[in-house]
């Protein structure tokens, strides 16, 4: 009987060596990095792979621990996260790192899981697996890279797009005010600051159109500065140029706001008055030819007169140039009768 026991203990001491023998064997083939640690965290297995990822020593690591077995940059993170999967008590997760021989890193995602006695639940020992993440990290750091650049991108994209935008938007604001200054000044006698010809026509026609729709009246004055030819030919253009600005300043200080005045000639002028009979005109006609002829004109203080012609709108016009002309008509009775005085007609 006791032989038997002892031969049955042979053979189970026999197969359990056996399958010791394979479970190290099935480790050892792993092709990611094993190993194991008793109690005092201390190593009792490695497989070749992570004894060859750090250069152990394979016949004198066991019962060492990391720091005395792994390179210094790495022994303190690999304890740590030991303590750690000790601590939770459960499979954690943790990455460590390792260098080739040809010194390149290489990053590991390990699994590590303690061990307790099953009826003490004393710690028992610890094991570890883990894999080679190197590539999978490696693109994931150029993915992030690839996105941080990409942000970057982005972020320089929406500054160059603002800048752009704000750059259009003062261009466009620039050609506007171009637009509107060149607008302005097709309308504008560059000389004396009054409406030109065109803008002259254009904003009369709109109190023409008015007075014939209201059935209401507008009168037109035509000043011609006398003798102006005499001006220039003693004086010389350039104070020629100063008594037409004056001149003009004279009659624009003299209208309303509703009036309507401009340069429409060399030397002639000419307003349009809203709701103003031909008397009423004829006396601002006056007064203006008056105020001229009373102001000491440029440097040399001259003193020129004008003649000036009015007429007043009537439904028998059948244009307001045929009222200017009737005015015009007006001007040169003036001019007939002697200049520097106020002549009007109407229509009959």
């Given at each position: 009987?006791?032989?038997?026991?002892?031969?049955?203990?042979?053979?189970?001491?026999?197969?359990?060596?056996?399958?010791?023998?394979?479970?190290?064997?099935?480790?050892?083939?792993?092709?990611?990095?094993?190993?194991?640690?008793?109690?005092?965290?201390?190593w009792i297995y490695g497989n070749p792979v992570i004894l060859?990822?750090?250069?152990?020593?394979?016949?004198?690591?066991?019962?060492?621990?990391?720091?005395?077995?792994?390179?210094?940059?790495?022994?303190?993170?690999?304890?740590?996260?030991?303590?750690?999967?000790?601590?939770?008590?459960?499979?954690?997760?943790?990455?460590?790192?390792?260098?080739?021989?040809?010194?390149?890193?290489?990053?590991?995602?390990?699994?590590?899981?303690?061990?307790?006695?099953?009826?003490?639940?004393?710690?028992?020992?610890?094991?570890?697996?883990?894999?080679?993440?190197?590539?999978?990290?490696?693109?994931?750091?150029?993915?992030?890279?690839?996105?941080?650049?990409?942000?970057?991108?982005?972020?320089?994209?929406?500054?160059?797009?603002?800048?752009?935008?704000?750059?259009?938007?003062?261009?466009?604001?620039?050609?506007?005010?171009?637009?509107?200054?060149?607008?302005?000044?097709?309308?504008?006698?560059?000389?004396?600051?009054?409406?030109?010809?065109?803008?002259?026509?254009?904003?009369?026609?709109?109190?023409?159109?008015?007075?014939?729709?209201?059935?209401?009246?507008?009168?037109?004055?035509?000043?011609?500065?006398?003798?102006?030819?005499?001006?220039?030919?003693?004086?010389?253009?350039?104070?020629?140029?100063?008594?037409?600005?004056?001149?003009?300043?004279?009659?624009?200080?003299?209208?309303?706001?509703?009036?309507?005045?401009?340069?429409?000639?060399?030397?002639?002028?000419?307003?349009?008055?809203?709701?103003?009979?031909?008397?009423?005109?004829?006396?601002?006609?006056?007064?203006?030819?008056?105020?001229?002829?009373?102001?000491?004109?440029?440097?040399?203080?001259?003193?020129?007169?004008?003649?000036?012609?009015?007429?007043?709108?009537?439904?028998?016009?059948?244009?307001?140039?045929?009222?200017?002309?009737?005015?015009?008509?007006?001007?040169?009775?003036?001019?007939?009768?002697?200049?520097?005085?106020?002549?009007?007609?109407?229509?009959?």
């Amino acid at each position: 009987m006791q032989t038997q026991s002892y031969e049955s203990l042979l053979a189970e001491n026999e197969h359990l060596k056996h399958l010791i023998f394979q479970f190290k064997n099935l480790l050892d083939s792993i092709p990611d990095p094993v190993f194991m640690k008793d109690e005092h965290l201390r190593w009792i297995y490695g497989n070749p792979v992570i004894l060859n990822l750090y250069n152990i020593d394979k016949d004198n690591y066991v019962g060492k621990t990391e720091d005395q077995l792994l390179p210094e940059e790495f022994a303190e993170s690999c304890m740590e996260s030991d303590r750690k999967a000790v601590a939770k008590g459960s499979i954690s997760k943790s990455e460590e790192c390792a260098r080739d021989p040809e010194g390149k890193l290489h990053f590991y995602e390990v699994f590590k899981v303690p061990s307790y006695h099953h009826e003490t639940g004393a710690f028992t020992g610890l094991i570890g697996v883990g894999r080679d993440i190197t590539e999978r990290k490696e693109a994931q750091e150029a993915l992030e890279a690839e996105n941080k650049k990409r942000r970057a991108n982005e972020i320089q994209l929406a500054h160059l797009t603002k800048t752009l935008e704000e750059q259009v938007h003062k261009r466009t604001a620039e050609l506007e005010a171009e637009k509107a200054s060149a607008l302005n000044l097709s309308y504008i006698d560059t000389l004396t600051g009054l409406n030109n010809r065109r803008a002259f026509f254009e904003k009369s026609y709109v109190i023409d159109i008015n007075a014939r729709n209201r059935n209401c009246g507008y009168a037109v004055i035509i000043f011609d500065i006398d003798y102006f030819k005499q001006v220039n030919d003693t004086y010389g253009h350039a104070v020629g140029d100063v008594v037409l600005k004056q001149s003009a300043n004279v009659i624009k200080a003299n209208l309303r706001a509703t009036d309507i005045e401009g340069r429409i000639g060399g030397e002639e002028f000419a307003v349009t008055l809203v709701d103003t009979s031909l008397e009423q005109a004829m006396k601002i006609g006056k007064k203006i030819c008056e105020k001229i002829a009373q102001t000491p004109m440029g440097t040399h203080a001259i003193n020129v007169t004008c003649s000036c012609g009015a007429s007043t709108y009537h439904p028998e016009a059948e244009t307001f140039e045929a009222v200017l002309a009737k005015a015009d008509e007006a001007l040169y009775s003036a001019k007939a009768s002697g200049r520097n005085q106020v002549s009007g007609k109407a229509f009959i």
